[in-house]
């Protein structure tokens, strides 16, 4: 049987409607309210499910050198549409300070990381509420402290799966949409440990979504700022370009992962710590990767189309 024969205009037509087919039919989410559940008057309905989110990492996760008093208005109101595991272990609507928990630290005494803004971003291009959970602790090492079966590691798995356990309605399920991780700077201090970072970090990736049974969870990492020898308060830190091309090479071969660029950020004068501004920043250019990542729907489609395109290419002439 002949392929049959369409221009190649034709054929970039039909991408285009298939494409726009599957975009249309994915239905907006609902945003909801906690202040609903326990209340026998309410008539309205939930959404059958809710996008959870993953925080995670050291001192840049954790907002380290926040400042509340940099923040405009506008984010220091709730946002009703982003409901965060708080630290009380509460669901209550995000509202800063955010930090510190129990086993983080803010310069300032309180403050927050970028959980402000990747919320808010994902939350608002998705029409939907969602949830963030977050465990990041600062001057930790991805060699050592974060090894899976240790402590560390177990805190913030336990705290995910305390998370999913006590949201409060259990209509709901709670879907483990993505992992967010800023780490590395401490790594970035001992040679040793920035020669292992490529294969620490894949075995992390690799038992995250081994224990949350998530195989295909995407991994959104963002880049150390750290290049050449960078002088701060806490040390001198020689391997940050080490570092950061473990990051790139995870990127390239770990499918699923995908590594956020952080050197231009706002930093603090402190040479190893994101200001407000960057720590905002951060969290867009999370959320945005994050939504930039196609849905499964779209990538069976991308993979179908590798098998049904070459019958569908333009004939050529020694092929009559």
């Given at each position: 049987m002949n392929p049959i024969t369409l221009t190649k205009s034709t054929l970039a037509y039909l991408g285009l409607m298939v494409c726009t087919t599957l975009l249309l039919s994915i239905s907006p989410g609902q945003a909801f309210s906690l202040g609903?559940?326990?209340?026998?008057s309410y008539s309205g309905s939930y959404p059958s499910s809710i996008k959870l989110f993953i925080l995670a990492g050291q001192s840049n996760m954790v907002g380290s050198r926040s400042n509340l008093n940099e923040l405009s208005d506008h984010w220091l109101h709730p946002q009703d549409n982003v409901l965060w595991y708080d630290q009380d272990n509460n669901w209550v609507p995000l509202q800063?300070?955010?930090?510190?928990?129990?086993f983080s630290r803010v310069f300032n005494g309180v403050g927050f990381g970028p959980e402000i803004t990747l919320g808010q971003g994902i939350a608002e291009s998705l029409n939907e509420t969602v949830a963030?959970?977050?465990?990041?602790?600062g001057g930790t090492n991805l060699?050592?402290?974060?090894?899976?079966?240790?402590?560390?590691?177990?805190?913030?798995?336990?705290?995910?799966q305390g998370a999913i356990a006590e949201f409060p309605l259990a209509s709901v399920n709670v879907d483990i949409a993505g992992f967010f991780w800023m780490q590395g700077e401490?790594?970035?201090y001992n040679l040793a440990m920035a020669n292992q970072y490529e294969q620490n970090l894949t075995n992390f990736i690799t038992?995250?979504?081994?224990?949350?049974?998530?195989?295909?969870?995407?991994?959104?990492?963002?880049?150390?700022f750290l290049t050449g020898t960078q002088e701060t308060p806490f040390g001198i830190f020689r391997y940050g370009d080490t570092i950061r091309q473990a990051q790139s090479r995870v990127d390239q071969q770990v499918p699923?992962?995908?590594?956020?660029?952080?050197?231009?950020?706002?930093?603090?004068?402190?040479?190893?710590?994101?200001?407000?501004?960057?720590?905002?920043?951060?969290?867009?250019?999370f959320a945005d990767e994050w939504l930039s990542i196609p849905?499964?729907?779209?990538?069976?489609?991308?993979?179908?189309?590798?098998?049904?395109f070459p019958f569908l290419r333009p004939k050529h002439h020694d092929e009559a």
């Amino acid at each position: 049987m002949n392929p049959i024969t369409l221009t190649k205009s034709t054929l970039a037509y039909l991408g285009l409607m298939v494409c726009t087919t599957l975009l249309l039919s994915i239905s907006p989410g609902q945003a909801f309210s906690l202040g609903h559940e326990n209340d026998p008057s309410y008539s309205g309905s939930y959404p059958s499910s809710i996008k959870l989110f993953i925080l995670a990492g050291q001192s840049n996760m954790v907002g380290s050198r926040s400042n509340l008093n940099e923040l405009s208005d506008h984010w220091l109101h709730p946002q009703d549409n982003v409901l965060w595991y708080d630290q009380d272990n509460n669901w209550v609507p995000l509202q800063v300070p955010t930090e510190p928990f129990p086993f983080s630290r803010v310069f300032n005494g309180v403050g927050f990381g970028p959980e402000i803004t990747l919320g808010q971003g994902i939350a608002e291009s998705l029409n939907e509420t969602v949830a963030l959970v977050k465990y990041a602790k600062g001057g930790t090492n991805l060699a050592v402290d974060w090894k899976p079966g240790g402590e560390l590691y177990t805190s913030m798995i336990d705290r995910v799966q305390g998370a999913i356990a006590e949201f409060p309605l259990a209509s709901v399920n709670v879907d483990i949409a993505g992992f967010f991780w800023m780490q590395g700077e401490s790594d970035a201090y001992n040679l040793a440990m920035a020669n292992q970072y490529e294969q620490n970090l894949t075995n992390f990736i690799t038992q995250v979504r081994q224990d949350l049974q998530e195989p295909n969870l995407p991994f959104v990492y963002g880049k150390v700022f750290l290049t050449g020898t960078q002088e701060t308060p806490f040390g001198i830190f020689r391997y940050g370009d080490t570092i950061r091309q473990a990051q790139s090479r995870v990127d390239q071969q770990v499918p699923g992962t995908f590594a956020v660029e952080t050197i231009d950020l706002s930093q603090h004068p402190d040479n190893i710590h994101f200001d407000s501004s960057g720590l905002m920043a951060l969290g867009d250019r999370f959320a945005d990767e994050w939504l930039s990542i196609p849905e499964p729907s779209t990538l069976a489609f991308l993979g179908l189309s590798l098998v049904i395109f070459p019958f569908l290419r333009p004939k050529h002439h020694d092929e009559a």
